[in-house]
């Protein structure tokens, strides 16, 4: 599965979007972009995925670029419960063995 | 969305002894789970890939006799850490493979389980 480059922390103010880029410059075709976040002492909480097209949920959206080496996770109007970190992670399609975790990015959401 | 739990939340322990940690899968069953550990201001690693009904399969690195798996039914994989020592102390995780329609079988995760070792 292909490796993904995240910036180890960011700062973004309550109400604004937040922006999290992350770098996936060898992924294959038939590679998804999932991204998980995890708020301090609990376990990971999936968050959005996507192969081409952008995505847009509850939660978040999926920007992913024409080329597909980059993506951008933006959450509409963070929250002081955003305050996470999240993690990028290139999946293949219809693996189901384990996930490379990297550091993640860490999220501040301030007041 | 589908539900995995664990207990002990937390657990403190002397040196020596002998802790177990339960991962459930609540309202689905899962033929594989996953044990994670994570350090603190680190990321998650895979210790070892539970099967219901066979052994587990341990990463590169984990001593498969202090780490003992035990995924007996469905719902249910244990975690025994034997004689834990203070290097035992961290965060663990497990997570739940579940059919959910994504492209690929996606893993649910519970909410960890805080060792610590005195």
């Known amino acids: 599965d292909a490796k993904t480059t995240q910036p180890p922390s960011m700062d973004c103010a309550e109400g604004r979007a937040a922006n999290l880029p992350c770098n996936h410059s060898t992924i294959s075709g038939n590679e998804y972009v999932y991204w998980y976040r995890q708020i301090h002492s609990q376990g990971p909480q999936y968050i959005i995925h996507?192969?081409?097209?952008?995505e847009t949920n509850e939660m978040a959206s999926l920007i992913i670029t024409e080329d597909r080496k980059s993506s951008t996770l933006i959450l509409p109007h963070a929250t002081l419960r955003d305050t996470a970190v999240y993690y990028c992670?290139?999946?293949?399609?219809?693996?189901?063995?384990?996930?490379?975790w990297g550091l993640g990015t860490s999220l501040a959401v301030n007041p | 969305g589908a539900v995995v739990s664990q207990h002990p939340s937390w657990v403190i322990c002397k040196s020596g002894t002998s802790v177990k940690i339960e991962c459930r899968s609540l309202?689905?069953?899962?033929?594989?789970m996953f044990w994670y550990r994570q350090f603190p201001k680190q990321s998650l690693m895979l210790m070892a890939t539970?099967?219901?009904?066979?052994?587990?399969?341990?990463e590169q690195g984990v001593e498969k006799d202090k780490f003992l798996i035990n995924h007996a039914s469905l719902t249910l994989s244990t975690l025994t850490v034997t004689s834990a020592h203070p290097e035992d102390s961290s965060f663990y995780i497990c997570?739940?493979?579940?059919?959910?329609?994504?492209?690929?079988?996606?893993?649910?995760f519970g909410p960890g389980t805080r060792l610590t070792v005195l």
């Open positions: 996507g192969l081409k097209n952008n």
């Open positions: 309202d689905f069953q899962a033929t594989t």
């Open positions: 997570s739940a493979l579940s059919p959910s329609g994504r492209p690929y079988n996606e893993q649910f």
């Open positions: 992670i290139v999946i293949r399609a219809g693996n189901n063995r384990k996930l490379i």
């Open positions: 539970s099967n219901e009904g066979s052994k587990a399969t341990y």
